[in-house]
């Protein structure tokens, strides 16, 4: 059907000037990959989160997540504990690389897992931890990694839709091992619609990136008299703890590195835009609490997406008259990793996850597009009233 | 050092209608990855392939290589048959997915590895083939797939810089179970720097892709009665022969869609001109044996590269007074795979191939980017032969 306001996956607009930067670096990028805009954008969202960490663009993130994967590490029986209540690129990576997943729940507040919930699934097999800040909140990471450095776990911050959110001053990204960061379509800041970074902080991880980026290249390690003798260049194989990991081929290119070295001059006002409506809207239905919401004035919460999680088994009669009467596209987001036909038939099909259950099955997701117009978003609040206002009087 | 020819890894300049679609895309995609420009691009490379392949853009043509080498299912032991002279991506995801390369030597000619160069290291074991359409010129596939044919060995045809490159009127990438093009910012036509496209014959094959390129996304396989239930989509695990196929996520953008399908309007005019200079060039240095060209004056040659092989071990001293006398960057190419850190650390060091070796060892490969204006066409050609008789006169 067709939408008075449909669920975009499209996160925002482009600016005339970001425009403008995409077509400059279309006519004069030479060459259009892994050239001087892939360096400025590298050291621009290096400085973005605080200098601490090595930052590498990618094609998306998750491809940030199978490197960070590869760097875990994982002899057969690792367990890594993962959220069953996030998407589904956010798991099968560290799937892929070996790890067994193990499914923490979720804080009902926060929606995040936190210390609680990966605490009690922790054992001598588990390896890593991966926190997701999902919606754009950020995990209480100093207790997270209170227990991962008691435990010696990794953690691998899943910060996709999380870019810029800050606890106590640091960047969602920045407390554990490795950050990733998505610049997806529907991301609060997107590079043409896929794109993503990776950010190491130790030091001999990150001098392995390079290679397993892009196809092992790399210089030779000794000094050569002519540019093209033996060759151009080498072609190594990166190896951890004396095993091989294969290279990959992960880039992303000029353009979009252009326009997201941009787009990081624009990513707070932005994350200040979308909090700012997702405060009306909570506060617009503070007399409904047949919706409840994770209402957090500070940079905590970025607000990626607008989530309401119904009471009172109401949430498919809302989204049915939402759609129908209102013509306004709620969705339903996060469905239990453990539910997919993927992860059951791996094995991983059970989970106790009450909390991560309860959200699913009573979510609502609601348009949450940075180009929805204020009139749009006004119609969407009000008609979120009315429909509450009709399931009342049923 | 500055050079008055660089060496470009950027192809070609975009026209200003080019940027137009590009921008317009920018302003209006909804979403901006996995959309409609998606499907239009796809369905107008197999209309451009001749409408008996299936199609699927990719972040780049390593991924489409590493989703072929997974349709390969590659059992202990089986070995694919590789040309040792060729870029790295042509061969590594193979290995990555399971398969044992076997280096076959190239025809002194043609420079691309023919149906006797193959033939004589088929074995029991053999898999796979893979065809390399090198430079730009198709290999010799009605031969090659005879022989497959014969043997029952899969063939992959790497048409990465082969885009529209013709044999007795089929498309490079045609003839075999799986074609794979590259729009890498160094080829024909290029999608923004990045980006690749995977023809599949078989359509059982090819049902597996889009779970393969995109995380398992897929329908449930039952109707629903509302859209968010059970879930907005489901995720599987993709299995061939009963053995699962992790997925990944290899996406290409709306953008690059978008341009890419502009392109295809331009790509038999931009392989015409690059033929047209090449002819030109090497008729240009007929009087002069001491290169020798590949001189195909026909769509089976599309000239990605123009390649001289040195005779008389004058290589190094002809490079090096073009950079320093003439201030053009010749650089030499795909340092034999086997020569690589990578290859000899996998234990694959070792290749019978004295061809490929020869033409590495001696090559030329001239800077040849189609932006190269015709002035300095011009002078690269004069400049050439002025080496040449600088050398000559020693």
């Not at 425009?19 to 670096?25: E, G, K, M, P, Q």
């Not at 990150?206 to 892009?214: G, K």
């Not at 009471?311 to 339903?332: H, P, S, T, Y």
Request: net charge negative.
């Amino acid at each position: 059907m067709s939408y008075k306001i449909h669920f975009s996956n499209r996160g925002h607009a482009y600016t005339e000037d970001e425009i403008r930067i995409a077509t400059d670096a279309m006519r004069s990028a030479d060459p259009l990959t892994q050239g001087r805009f892939r360096n400025s954008f590298e050291e621009k969202f290096t400085s973005f989160l605080g200098n601490d960490r090595k930052c590498f663009a990618l094609c998306n993130a998750t491809a940030g997540l199978e490197i960070a994967a590869m760097l875990c590490r994982f002899q057969p029986g690792d367990e890594f504990i993962i959220p069953s209540h996030t998407f589904t690129a956010s798991c099968y990576p560290f799937i892929k690389k070996g790890g067994t997943p193990v499914w923490a729940d979720i804080d009902p507040e926060t929606r995040v897992a936190n210390a609680q919930t990966f605490a009690r699934l922790i054992s001598s097999r588990t390896r890593a931890i991966v926190v997701v800040h999902l919606y754009g909140f950020v995990a209480d990471m100093p207790e997270i990694m209170e227990l991962a450095e008691k435990h010696n776990l990794l953690v691998v911050e899943d910060s996709a839709q999380a870019i810029g959110a800050e606890l106590s001053g640091r960047k969602a990204g920045t407390f554990g091992d490795f950050g990733i960061f998505s610049f997806h379509s529907h991301k609060n800041i997107t590079t043409l619609g896929e794109g993503g970074m990776l950010a190491v902080k130790d030091p001999s991880l990150a001098s392995l990136v390079p290679m397993l980026r892009h196809n092992g290249h790399c210089d030779f390690n000794f000094a050569r008299q002519d540019y093209w003798l033996p060759a151009m260049g080498n072609v190594d194989l990166p190896e951890l703890d004396g095993i091989p990991l294969m290279p990959n081929n992960f880039c992303l290119g000029e353009v979009e590195c252009a326009l997201g070295t941009a787009l990081l001059d624009r990513i707070n006002a932005i994350n200040r835009d979308r909090r700012r409506r997702a405060l009306a809207f909570i506060d617009g239905l503070q007399d409904y609490p047949e919706i409840v919401f994770h209402r957090v004035d500070s940079d905590r919460h970025i607000y990626h997406l607008l989530v309401g999680k119904a009471i009172g088994n109401i949430r498919d009669e809302f989204i049915r008259r939402m759609a129908l009467n209102k013509g306004i596209q709620c969705v339903v987001q996060y469905y239990p990793l453990n539910r997919y036909d993927l992860y059951r038939k791996l094995g991983f099909g059970y989970a106790d996850c009450p909390q991560g259950d309860d959200l699913f099955d009573n979510m609502i997701s609601f348009p949450f597009h940075q180009w929805m117009t204020e009139e749009q978003f006004a119609y969407m609040l009000q008609s979120a009233r009315e429909v509450l206002n009709e399931i009342r009087q049923r």
